[in-house]
């Protein structure tokens, strides 16, 4: 997780500070930043599948290496295309490591305190790729080549894949693994992948084309109209599927809280890249700052989340659904401060106190929500699970920063143009709604009592033991008395 947030984090540094011809065309598809999030999202769903089916070692081993060797190429490339393509299929490598990372967890940490406090360190090192990434890509960017900027993620990744095959204990084999090849492939729910990709990529494209097109354009409806009817064919696809199948597997939703944990694992990425989005490009385009400045500035967000990681021992304490909430409302009180942040003298006053809360609730919300969703899953599924968290998380990001985005360049054509605060203060004040809405239905729907973890042995979360354990009651209840 570190390296995929690393690789990100460098790259997004890098996108206003970049001296040769080809990555000043990059900064022209800063949309194709936002789709490529998405699509990411979606192949940790597929990924995760991998993950329940292959061994999860082998599957991060692979991940980092080959996200090693397109980062290589990458730094070489000096073509506006096949760079674009590169960064894609090495953001598709990255995402074979997250769900397999955290199936490995689950596997080596069967108690649920000890498993609760490894995924509250694995969320820290996220943190700490995340600042480090903006710090070093910024170095990079100022002082050297930009190249350095993929060369160096090779240069993590690589290593790191040597030292997995001997570090990482061998895992159990299970019953998919003795599968033949074919029947493991056909085991992927392509299709299924193909038709969501597709249809999240034209809703994102609908919602950043909409500020400049005209929401009523053909341009905005079409895609939108489109990517909502591919959706639903996508859910109702799902249902068609044999569950060892499909890659988001209906009963998933039915168990106990997962649905609005979803929910509120669409929160967090999405505040932190509305923070990354809007101040980097503030404070370096309109209040020229340098970008190991802004890097710099950005300091306090990777120091507290890391420190917050470690709070995934309260879960033993305190139920997951108080800690969830009193990080919704520091998320709040965050968020209002942000609006207020209007110029650079705002940054000690305004902008340091809401870093602090936003991010130890956004902090919060991660590990907690990540060590209740696989609290209450069974430990066949932590790959699909854990793709399927990540996949929120990625998804969230995504959606809402093209929401963002919308919101500000709509804001700014009548309202003093993007050197004005103005357009970023309304698009904070649509995150308030977004976390006060989350808070709402975390309250509402969150359930207390139905906190377990379903095993493998239960019926609800085993669809042959489901069929046996309806048909013995069947039986047992036609039997004459």
């Not at 054509?413 to 989350?438: D, I």
Request: aromatic share 12%.
């Amino acid at each position: 997780m570190s390296t995929s947030l690393l690789r990100r984090e460098e790259i997004r540094s890098s996108l206003h500070f970049l001296p040769s011809p080809v990555p000043r065309r990059v900064q022209q598809l800063s949309s194709v930043f936002r789709h490529s999030i998405a699509h990411r999202g979606l192949e940790h769903d597929r990924n995760g599948k991998i993950s329940d089916i292959y061994n999860p070692k082998h599957a991060f081993i692979a991940g980092a290496a080959i996200l090693g060797i397109f980062s290589i190429g990458a730094g070489f490339v000096r073509d506006k295309i096949t760079l674009i393509v590169l960064r894609a299929l090495s953001g598709i490598a990255a995402s074979l490591t997250i769900p397999s990372a955290l199936t490995l967890l689950v596997n080596l940490f069967p108690d649920e305190h000890e498993q609760a406090r490894a995924i509250g360190v694995f969320g820290g090192c996220g943190a700490i790729g995340n600042v480090l990434g903006l710090i070093i890509g910024a170095i990079f960017v100022q002082f050297a080549n930009w190249s350095w900027v993929f060369w160096f993620v090779a240069l993590i990744a690589i290593p790191i894949s040597g030292l997995c095959t001997i570090l990482i204990p061998p895992q159990l084999k299970t019953d998919d693994e003795d599968k033949p090849a074919g029947a493991k492939w056909k085991s992927l729910d392509l299709v299924g992948i193909f038709i969501l990709t597709v249809a999240l990529i034209l809703f994102i494209f609908a919602m950043t084309s909409g500020s400049s097109s005209g929401w009523a354009s053909a341009r905005v409806l079409a895609p939108l109209v489109i990517s909502v009817f591919m959706i639903i064919g996508f859910f109702y696809y799902e249902t068609k599927l044999p569950i060892e199948i499909a890659a988001v597997p209906p009963r998933t939703w039915f168990l106990p809280n997962f649905a609005v944990l979803f929910g509120i694992a669409l929160l967090p990425y999405f505040w932190w890249t509305t923070i990354f989005t809007i101040f980097t490009t503030l404070w370096q385009q309109v209040y020229h700052w340098s970008a190991i400045t802004t890097a710099l500035r950005m300091l306090p967000l990777g120091v507290l989340a890391f420190a917050t990681s470690f709070t995934g021992g309260l879960s033993r304490i305190i139920s997951p659904k108080w800690i969830l909430l009193f990080a919704q409302s520091i998320l709040i009180v965050a968020t209002i401060l942000l609006h207020f942040a209007d110029g650079p003298d705002k940054y000690f006053p305004f902008v340091v106190p809401a870093f602090i809360l936003g991010t130890v609730g956004a902090m919060l919300t991660y590990t907690h929500t990540n060590i209740a969703i696989f609290r209450t899953s069974p430990s066949s599924m932590a790959g699909t699970v854990g793709a399927i968290f990540n996949g929120a998380l990625q998804l969230g990001s995504a959606v809402g920063i093209s929401a963002v985005s919308s919101i500000e360049t709509s804001v700014e054509k009548t309202s003093g143009g993007p050197t004005s605060y103005a357009g970023r203060a309304a698009a904070f004040w649509f995150v308030l709604g977004v976390v006060c809405l989350e808070a709402v239905s975390l309250a509402v729907f969150y359930r207390v009592e139905a906190e377990h973890k379903a095993t493998d042995n239960t019926p609800e979360s085993n669809p042959e033991k489901l069929d046996k354990f309806a048909t013995q009651k069947t039986s047992t209840e036609e039997e004459p008395v």
